[in-house]
């Protein structure tokens, strides 16, 4: 597989390199995330660990959840990261769909998850994922923009604004970077746009048992 990224990032998502600082962005490690009016950040906290594991863009009746993996510094790994979600949605009797947008290749995926009542309905996700040096962004579309393509395009715009800082330690492929708490973060609630019906219940992990649908306490960050 060639290591050379297969899509544009001139636009974004950008390196730390290529930035000059975070800027306006919130600054929690491993991700400089981008900050607009109307939108509501929320990260995600392993309760046993305190370990921050990923961050939720929210806006509207929608979100993205974006996580930075490290990744070996010859190849990009989200082809391969890819087939695998796939496969482990197929198993768990899902649907996926294969799709191509503004970062390339796209899972456009149904997943099975329980509710409240023990029913099991399928949940609308896509996946999308951007290889930069030394590091996979990975973001899951929820809500309407994982159906509705004008839903979605604001939320692009988001993940395209984040900035990864990989940092010069060594890392194996595919472990989750770093990420930590902001200064002066409150804990609280999900919002109702982001009740577990709607973002939580069995998916498949796609990149070494990190399951990106567990969720643990939230951080929010309101605009």
């Known amino acids: ?6 899509v544009d990032r001139s636009t974004g998502p950008f390196d730390a390199a290529e930035v ?17 009016e109307g939108l509501e950040v929320q990260l995600q906290v ?3 660990t305190g370990q921050v594991t990923g961050a939720f863009l929210v806006h509207g009746q929608s ?6 993996f490290a990744a070996p510094r010859s190849e990009g790994i989200w082809n391969e990261i890819a087939d695998e979600i796939a496969a482990g949605i197929t198993e768990q009797g899902g649907t996926v769909d294969p799709g191509h947008g503004r970062f390339g290749r796209e899972l456009l995926a149904r997943v099975p998850a329980q509710q409240p009542d023990g029913t099991v309905a399928f949940q609308p996700l896509r996946f999308t994922g951007v290889d930069g040096p030394r590091w996979l962004l990975r973001a899951v579309f929820h809500g ?12 692009e715009e988001l993940v ?4 990864v800082v990989r940092g010069r330690e060594p890392m194996g492929p595919r472990e989750l970077l770093p990420l930590r708490l902001p200064e002066g973060a409150e804990s609280g609630p999900p919002p109702a746009e982001l009740d577990e019906e709607q973002v939580a219940g069995d998916a498949p992990a796609g990149l070494d048992g990190l399951n990106p649908f567990e969720r643990g306490p939230e951080i929010t960050e309101r605009r």
């Open 160 to 163: 395209a604004q984040v900035v």
């Open 1 to 6: 597989m060639s290591g050379t990224p297969v």
């Open 20 to 36: 000059d600082g975070p800027g306006e962005r919130l600054d929690v490690g491993a991700l400089w995330l981008p900050l607009v």
């Open 144 to 155: 309407q923009a994982a159906v509705d393509p004008e839903a979605a395009a604001p939320l």
């Open 63 to 68: 979100a993205v959840q974006v996580q930075a």
């Open 46 to 48: 392993e309760e046993s």
